[in-house]
């Protein structure tokens, strides 16, 4: 979409364009899309019926936003999101530092453009996503970096301190007539913390004791961790005061709707020779390592674990399956249950343990990795169907997996197994020997879970099942 073509202010006075806020901007462009069908936050998914609904009453009131959540949870893309309501292209003064509106400057460089130019005032147009910017807040961001300071090269030249030419705007002044998000916002010093409360309220800043006037015309929107945003001293109350709305995200409910943002959310790379498969019930045991660490006691749930991790173990996955693939010169990477040791170097980075000297973290992500397991097998096949598999256990069998082995090998060790077949051909999309050797995996291990046959890791890393 190209901006219109009007160049000056008196092209833009002609076309009748008339000012408005950005929350009335905002407001206006919700309603719109309220009464037709246009779709909104198509990235963001199981927010329907709880988060979304709020952000649009926010919007509707004209609210600054506070967005508390768990790491992971969409803040920042739900932030980045809301450009969707602002106009398509905005007019702004030619040049301006703080997109003076040029129906209306602010700073004293837009107003003198304006007066001496008139009609002549030359525009530029801004198009929505320029109107966005975001800013991560550490302990040592600055009022400079937020508000603005004293240049000294325009002090030196002659101008007093108090003359608002002498200022260098920082980044919210820089957002005028946008979308300002700040990320982790406890983590922002009191001081500066301080300072946001006019720009919040009187649209007046302080820099280095003089007071400039300044209308900013922003919609502000912070994110924090429920732990740090409501713990004493970690964020001044008179600034929470400040937000209209605080509306608190949430992981996904389901693992359906997480298998789903992962398909979304993940790489997806492409090996010549080679088709990746995920089979479903790996996809969900991957997702449910994700869903029982969110509820684990050996989990600090107080930074929460993010989708982030579904999404990485499942890339990682596919990938190991793929070197298995080119070692072996097969055309299907599959997952298997073997392959879940390559999550570990994945998951231990995104997860907090609190085993308080209870144990080695990678024995409590075992556990869960286990637990995940276990639900999905009872979730997915009938145990009762698996009588003649444990039969065969009972005279005798022993069947021998590993990562690297070929997929053939497991069909040869369970061939004589007949009533098998017709509980691997409901976890299979294909009777190929990579998927079949997946499923059997799965079958196996789901039955040690529950404790019906043994397992025993060899120190060649290959894993046998018996009695």
Known sequence: MTSPPISNLGQLRESGYTSRSVRDELRA????????????????????????????????????????????????????????FLDPWTPVVASSEVNDDPLAPISHAGKAIVAERGDETPIDWLARDRRYAEKLATPDT????????????????????????TIAFGLIPRTNRGIFSLNELPDLAERIQVGLLNILEEQDVQIRGFQVRLPIDIMVVASANPEDYTNRGRIISPLKDRFGSQIRTHYPESVDLENRIVQQERTHFAIPGIEPVMPRFMQDVVTEISHHARRSPMVSQRSGVSVRMTVANTEVLLATSSRRALRKNESLAVPRISDLDAIYPTSMGKIEFETFGEGRDEDALERIVGDAIRTVFLKMVDPSLLDPLLTAFENGLTVTVSDTADAFSYIHQVSAVDSLSDVISTLTTSNSPQETASAIEFVLEGLHQLRKVSRRVRADAETRYSL
């Open 29 to 84: 462009n919700l309603i719109d899309q309220l009464k037709g069908s246009s779709p909104m936050f198509e990235a963001i998914h199981g927010f329907e019926d709880t988060v979304i609904p709020q952000l649009q009453n926010a919007i509707l009131a004209g609210h600054d936003i506070i967005l508390l959540g768990e790491r992971g949870q969409a803040k920042t893309r739900i932030a980045r999101s809301l450009t969707q």
């Open 142 to 165: 600055t009022v400079a970096d937020l508000i603005g300071e004293v240049d000294p090269i325009k002090v030196a030249e002659g101008r007093y301190l108090s003359n608002e030419e």
